[in-house]
């Protein structure tokens, strides 16, 4: 049942080890409680929630602790039972790096009380009030962009169809495999009721050719669910066809133009973590507080997926599952591709910790000579918005800002595939990021040519 | 505990230079053991004078830049150099020649301009054409291939070896007797003089395609340039193009007039059109950048090959077609960019 198959519909990309088995081999881990939550109140662009609980006050599970703030934003709420401790300002990682931010923290008390069922409002009958509810519910999106979803749900034309992102092409992150395989039934709940909200005539689900089982699954309830809607669509295993503006490219052969989102042409994309959240909060009142996130790599002693309450700090859940290995490396917050290495594990897991990797040394990269820029070209083969970096590289390292301009610097994505094939082993998506950064502020840009040394 | 913090992305890089090279000089063992086997020792005494030459001038231009040598030396690239180098020399050539070529190849193209990645022109054959132009003399002293000629007597490999170092011959032998034409240069000359193809292609030293011996040597070049292909370390942009830019002009005119043009199987089996195709247009510093200029470069190449076969001063045009076509890369790359995504 599956209705579109797709060979290979994108630009660029490139066929990276999996590293996924790892996790997979187990269930899900449910029920974990940490002692500790550090529920950060902004987790996302756009604007902090603003605290409604006092120090000394106790929470129960699923209590707001701060509402949103002027969207766009999304509310918190706590994952637990408990007290709560300070609100203080610690480090939690944002979408630039670590760093100080307001956090509602949070002392469990392992009774983990949940707020009574009647206390909660019933589940709306209009859309307007939907979508009210679904940022009252804290719900952002899950696929690591944490765009708060009620504001993702207001589109400047109409919808044309919504995409339920299940491709997960980056490697090592399994939690929405796993999430489609066990909750297959949730997640086309909550894919109908997006559609319904935002009153498109046609949802498709998208999981990539490597996920046969979640596929399966997938099938199983669209068939039960039996709505003319929905469609199912195999896309090829390839990096980074998870991409927003790369999946739009792969399931309709359309291009969101430069510097515009998918939403303005009338395609939405929602991770399929977003819809099953979308669906708890309809069916059991329950607010974003906990997600499946993929502890894996090397040096943790047992990979595997856990649903984790958000907030948890990332050494509890180390410690859940196992501890680490003898000779731990890295930590990495995302996926080996594009996430965040961490400086210790202090800091919480937020909306948008999909992955945890504790890589050994041998499993990331450490080795950090380059040679020159050959010009092969594999760069430019590899790329999906179909830039040539080798020639950014020497725009950047000239700080030439027309020339930059011109080869398309802002179109970069940073999935980082031109470093992976680089011969020349060029730390190529870094100097962009910086390049980037300088052309905003109009200052020279501090990067150097590779092969100095 | 406390981490490293490298930016992302965190996955290992999947290739590095040094593999790149090692899997071109490996692609062409194939074909040096083949040539050895029909035209004797001197492909190997290039290969080494070359490399020695080169690596040397490498080690000691990049000293006098105040530049560290340790990981220029061992990316092999100088070395990749010297092998395409040594496989466009004759085999019969003094120690000095080998030696000049893979200085002038290393300074004059590659370090000059500053270095791995910023040559403009294909340096191994900017060191052959400085040869080709300043020892016209010893850089046409070709070997027959091994049973190519029945009145040949061969030389043994002290012969050899003697004369590439000391320029002494064995007392019964001049420089004559032990060098021949290339099968080109025997088609060239024979149509100059007006006899038909077909009469010049019944000559000893012509095979089924190309020339004896010589056509073998490029069937292992060509196959080298598959197993390239098959590793990805080239794209097939610029052989596809350059074999086709030879080809179809040389299908034409041998269909309009065979008797006074060589048929294409001749032209793609034989002097560099392999060698070229796979190995040396396909250098990636000094070729197009972008898919679309490869095939723009590649065919403009080959058709520049076609055309100085036929109607220029030497025999073959393949060094002279890259680096013509090297100068026009900055211009191809300009106008060849894609289209970038969402982008009109």
Redesign the interface.
Same mark, same amino acid.
């Given at each position: 049942m599956v209705d579109y198959v797709f060979e290979r519909h994108l630009?660029g990309g490139i066929l &990276?080890p999996a590293n996924k088995t790892a996790s997979t081999a187990g269930p899900i881990q449910r029920g974990f409680v940490p002692t500790k939550l550090v529920l950060a109140l902004r987790q996302h662009r756009g604007n902090a929630a603003e605290p409604v609980v006092a120090v000394g006050e106790r929470v129960l599970k699923g209590q707001t602790v701060a509402t949103a703030g002027a969207a766009p934003s999304a509310a918190v709420h706590a994952g637990s039972s408990g007290w709560v401790r300070s609100i203080e300002e610690r480090p939690v990682l944002g979408g630039h790096g670590v760093q100080p931010s307001l956090c509602v923290v949070i002392e469990t008390d392992g009774r983990d009380e949940r707020v009574p069922a009647a206390a909660a409002p019933s589940w709306p009958t209009d859309h307007v009030a939907q979508r009210a509810a679904i940022r009252a519910g804290g719900i952002v999106g899950l696929g690591g962009a944490v765009y708060p979803t009620a504001d993702k749900l207001t589109t400047p034309v109409p919808v044309e169809t919504l995409i339920v992102n299940g491709a997960e092409c980056e490697?090592y992150i399994s939690c929405d495999d796993m999430l489609m395989r066990e909750n297959a039934a949730d997640v086309v709940s909550g894919t109908l009721l997006l559609t319904e909200v935002l009153g498109a005539p046609r949802a498709i689900i998208a999981i990539e050719r490597d996920k046969p089982q979640a596929m399966e699954a997938i099938e199983i309830a669209a068939h039960a669910a039996n709505d003319q809607r929905l469609k199912l669509a195999e896309v090829p295993t390839i990096y980074p066809a998870g991409g927003e503006?790369q999946l739009v490219?792969l399931l309709t052969g359309e291009? @969101?133009?430069?510097?515009?989102y998918p939403g303005e042409f009338g395609y939405v994309c929602q991770n399929v973590g977003t819809a099953y959240a979308v669906q708890r909060l309809r069916a059991e009142r329950e607010p974003l507080i906990a997600r499946v996130v993929t502890v894996t790599g090397g040096g943790v002693k047992k990979p595997q997926n856990v649903e984790v309450p958000i907030g948890t700090p990332i050494?509890e859940l180390i410690a859940y599952c196992g501890g680490?290995n003898e000779g @731990?490396?890295?930590?990495?917050a995302?996926g #080996?591709?594009?996430?965040?290495? &961490?400086?210790?594990?202090d800091t919480p897991i937020t909306k948008a910790t999909n992955c945890i990797?504790a890589?050994l040394a041998e499993? @990331?990269?450490t080795e950090?000579?380059e040679?020159?820029?050959?010009?092969?070209?594999?760069c430019?083969?590899v790329c999906? #918005?179909?830039?040539?970096p080798?020639?950014l590289l020497v725009a950047a390292v000239a700080s030439d800002f027309a020339a930059l301009h011109t080869?398309?610097l802002q *179109?970069c994505i940073?999935c980082?595939c031109c *470093? @992976?094939?680089?011969? #020349?082993?060029i730390?190529l998506?870094?100097r962009f990021?910086i390049a980037k950064r300088s052309v905003a502020v109009r200052q020279p840009i501090p990067v150097t040519s590779p092969?100095q040394? | 505990m406390r981490f490293d913090q490298p930016t992302a992305p965190h996955a290992r890089p999947l290739v590095s230079v040094p593999v790149v090279m090692r899997r071109v000089l490996f692609a062409l063992v194939p074909a040096m053991l083949c040539h050895t086997w029909y035209f004797g020792p001197g492909l190997l005494l290039n290969f080494a004078l070359t490399a020695a030459a080169a690596l040397l001038t490498e080690a000691s231009v990049l000293r006098l830049r105040g530049r560290p040598t340790r990981y220029a030396v061992r990316d092999c690239s100088a070395l990749v150099t010297a092998a395409l180098l040594s496989f466009a020399l004759p085999p019969f050539v003094p120690f000095w020649i080998p030696l000049i070529g893979g200085a002038i190849a290393i300074t004059l193209a590659k370090q000059l301009y500053g270095g791995l990645g910023k040559n403009l022109f294909n340096p191994a054959m900017v060191g052959y054409v400085f040869l080709i132009l300043s020892f016209p003399v010893q850089m046409t002293q070709w070997l027959p291939p091994r049973m190519g000629d029945l009145d040949y007597r061969p030389l043994s490999v002290g012969e050899h070896v003697a004369y590439v170092f000391t320029g002494q011959l064995p007392d019964d032998l001049d420089i004559d007797a032990v060098t021949r034409a290339t099968p080109l240069d025997i088609v060239k000359e024979g149509l100059r003089a007006g006899r038909p193809f077909a009469e010049i292609r019944g000559g000893s030293l012509f095979g089924d395609f190309g020339g004896r011996g010589w056509e073998w040597v490029a069937n292992f070049i060509a196959l080298g340039g598959l197993y390239l292909l098959y590793t990805g370390t080239i794209r097939w942009h610029i052989p596809t193009t350059f074999l086709s830019g030879l080809l179809v002009p040389a299908t034409v005119l041998y269909l309009i007039d065979p008797s006074a043009y060589p048929d294409p199987g001749f032209h793609l089996f034989s002097g560099a059109t392999m060698l070229g195709a796979f190995f040396i247009a396909t250098e990636p510093v000094s070729a197009a950048g972008t898919d679309r200029g490869r095939l723009i470069y590649g065919a403009g190449i080959g058709l520049l090959v076609y055309a100085l076969r036929t109607w220029g001063a030497y025999p073959d045009g393949v060094a002279f077609s890259v680096l013509l076509m090297n100068g026009t890369v900055p211009l191809i790359n300009r106008y060849t960019r894609p289209r970038i995504y969402g982008q009109r």
């Open positions: 630009s &990276l490697p503006k490219e291009e @969101v133009p430069s510097g515009r050494a680490y @731990v490396a890295r930590l990495i995302g #080996s591709m594009m996430g965040y290495s &961490l400086p210790d594990d990797i890589a499993e @990331v990269r950090m000579h040679w020159p820029c050959i010009r092969c070209g594999d430019a083969m999906p #918005s179909r830039l040539l080798q020639d080869l398309g *179109d940073e980082g *470093d @992976v094939i680089c011969p #020349s082993q730390m998506t870094e990021r092969g040394d | -």
